[in-house]
């Protein structure tokens, strides 16, 4: 008995580094880049997955300030594991976007949302001087048929935009809804903006570009 | 037979249609990137695979005219395909990798280079104003056992490296011979720069960085 509770507080001291060594290559390769490459006070970071990872964003926005920290299938947990190579160096802004591949390992909306705003309220506490904005997931289009792990998921997705625009509602912090400029009238990605159901061609990054410009700028 | 004849006409008038049909969605969405995103005379391109994509080449140089044109796993019929993109607005440099792809499809190192020279001769025809930098392939390291496709290979890639610099000679086109900064003694991808056998950690992309910025600044 005594020896199963040693294997048990050993196995939980050690569930951090057993998450962590889940990561995917892509993971330790980006993330080694960004701790190389840190920040510094005039940088507008863009930070998520593989939305983020795959947007040539100080292109689309004219702005060579515009840096990208973004991973593909990247998680709340696995950017809080890289947060400080971010905040290290006081960026001016930082563009969040977070949920889409948590939704497809099976949390639910309010975890979710709960650990995303853990990362706002990191970001807020070790570096006051950025100014954060936290954007919406965006929906999915599952007609695809491509990402098993998202099927019927798409009011996860609805749900956890519902509890972090409430939750950054009650910080204060900018919420950027992205959500129906990418929605049909069904609530699924639009099948224009899209070849796989999840991410986006080209003239999806234009619609988001637009969006978050004014932000960017102001 | 008369119909066999005719399937046999009507599948090699397909066939380069049916290639681009097994081409990742992940290309679909960066070609329809770039071809939104263009160029310009004043761009210096980094052009190639999953190592271009996956650095970030204008915080790397300190260049905001540096601009990524990487896809994961696109090979040289890939890039021959989204070339005129690149070469619509002339831009003043084009760095170029390629072939690790093709290497792992198979292909004998010949026909690799004559393939990524056939991409060198296009950017120097279409658009004469643009300086080319033909670089080298890396070695690669299957101590890691990561990628099957790629076992056994490196003498391929040396010899791809040795037919493709004297293609480049006859050209008079200018040569960047990465490999010799990336192996070890044996001709393996340091183990110090990569955790896949592969693709780059942060300090694989500050050594490529060194040996490239004073032709990006020339």
Redesign the interface.
């Known amino acids: 008995m005594r020896k199963f509770f040693l294997t048990l507080v050993v196995a939980l001291l050690a569930w951090p580094s057993l998450m962590a060594e889940q990561r995917s290559?892509?993971y330790?390769?980006?993330a080694?880049?960004?701790?190389?490459?840190g920040t510094d006070s005039t940088d507008i970071v863009f930070l998520g997955n593989s939305l983020i990872h795959?947007?040539?964003w100080?292109?689309?926005l004219g702005n060579?300030n515009v840096?990208?920290r973004g991973i593909n299938g990247d998680t709340a947990d696995g950017i809080n594991d890289r947060l400080e190579s971010v905040l290290r160096g006081r960026p001016a802004k930082i563009f969040l976007i977070c949920g889409a591949n948590d939704v497809s390992h099976d949390l639910e909306a309010d975890s979710i949302a709960t650990a995303v705003i853990g990362l706002a309220d990191r970001i807020t506490a070790e570096s006051p001087s950025t100014k954060l904005y936290v954007m919406s997931l965006l929906p999915i289009n599952n007609s695809f048929n491509?990402y098993r792990r998202l099927a019927g998921k798409e009011q996860v997705i609805r749900d956890t935009n519902t509890a972090l625009e409430s939750l950054c509602a009650a910080r204060g912090l900018t919420w950027i809804n992205l959500y129906p400029s990418f929605a049909d009238a069904d609530g699924n990605l639009r099948t224009d903006l899209t070849?796989?159901g999840l991410?986006?061609?080209?003239?999806g990054?234009?619609i988001w570009t637009e969006i978050v410009k004014p932000y960017v700028e102001e």
């Open positions: 290559e892509l330790g390769q980006r080694s880049l960004f701790d190389m490459l795959g947007g040539n100080a292109e689309l060579p840096v990208n491509r070849n796989d991410h986006l061609l080209g003239p990054y234009a």
